[in-house]
């Protein structure tokens, strides 16, 4: 009786109401400098102009006014689709790029030096990303270094003319998206169970078999998380499509600017605050149904493993 009396007595670190206090200070900071931003952003959106002036109130003008127009003439619409290709195209190569490199660190680098390495493979991250994009304009311009290299090798007629096309921006993007999605797959890998490789292997699996029956599907859970990631922040990137796709780079749709591009664009070339509010919240109605997207599937890939 004494020992059941005890047993309830002890607390686990998540029992403590000390727990409440220790999480206060990061929902004070996650409510004073993203939600309350948040909330004020769709708030503008409902206002309207007058005389030049944002005028608060409620009204449905700004919405109305955009979606009249959304695929035609100001083509919105087709700049949000511009926006999806380039980030699902890019959510696709960098996860893919990144998969590799997780691999290379989890099973190719020895155990004492996979911290090492991983720390290198995430130290451009802490370098400013608009320097990596200039540093990217130098390589991949028409005279940069790439083509300055090829003609001094007599191979002018290889010269390369990505820079300010779609293209260019996914390298943006890539390059500044590798180092975060190496991290999450990294760690999904080496949650795998190393005995469950190793009984593939006794029981006649080859190396490629082993990879797609049993590392494929136990990191399925990281690759769909590290996906929506990639996806929701080629949404919102407007930097990358500015700097290194001319903010209207080709692609298959079309030479037409991301929609970030676009709300960039409208913001500083215009008076109507509120209008371009609006715009910023239907990219995160976008946004947030991708997330949703990336969490269910993510959620069906964790309960496949389990």
């Not at 949000?80 to 997780?102: G, N, P």
């Not at 949650?191 to 190793?198: F, G, P, Q, Y």
């Not at 996906?227 to 692609?251: M, Q, T, W």
Request: aromatic share 12%.
């Amino acid at each position: 009786m004494a020992a059941a009396e005890a047993t309830r007595r002890l607390k686990t670190p998540n029992d403590s109401p000390l727990k409440f206090w220790f999480l206060a200070p990061l929902v004070l900071w996650l409510g004073a400098l993203f939600l309350l931003p948040l909330l004020f952003l769709l708030w503008v959106g409902f206002w309207r102009v007058e005389n030049f002036q944002a005028i608060p109130g409620f009204s449905l003008d700004n919405y109305r006014e955009i979606f009249a127009s959304f695929f035609k003439g100001s083509r919105y619409g087709l700049a949000l689709l511009q926006s999806l290709w380039v980030a699902c195209t890019t959510a696709v190569f960098a996860v893919t790029f990144s998969y590799l490199i997780a691999l290379a660190l989890a099973f190719a680098v020895p155990a004492r030096w996979q911290r090492l390495a991983l720390l290198l493979a995430i130290a451009p991250f802490w370098s400013s990303y608009v320097l990596r994009l200039y540093s990217w304009q130098t390589i991949l311009s028409r005279n940069g270094v790439i083509n300055s290299v090829l003609k001094q090798l007599g191979l002018s007629d290889l010269r390369i003319e990505v820079i300010y096309t779609q293209i260019a921006t996914r390298v943006g993007l890539i390059h500044y998206l590798a180092p975060i999605l190496v991290v999450i797959l990294y760690v999904s890998i080496l949650a795998i169970d190393k005995v469950l490789i190793e009984a593939a292997r006794e029981l006649g699996a080859t190396r490629w078999q082993a990879f797609t029956r049993v590392i494929l599907p136990l990191s399925r859970f990281g690759l769909m998380t590290a996906g929506s990631f990639a996806v929701i922040v080629g949404l919102g990137d407007a930097l990358s499509g500015n700097l290194l796709g001319g903010g209207a780079g080709r692609s298959i749709i079309g030479k037409l600017p991301t929609y970030a591009s676009m709300i960039m664009s409208d913001y500083s070339s215009s008076t109507n605050l509120p209008r371009t509010s609006a715009l910023a919240t239907i990219l995160i109605v976008v946004m947030i149904a991708a997330l949703v997207i990336g969490f269910v599937a993510a959620e069906r890939a964790r309960r496949r493993t389990a």
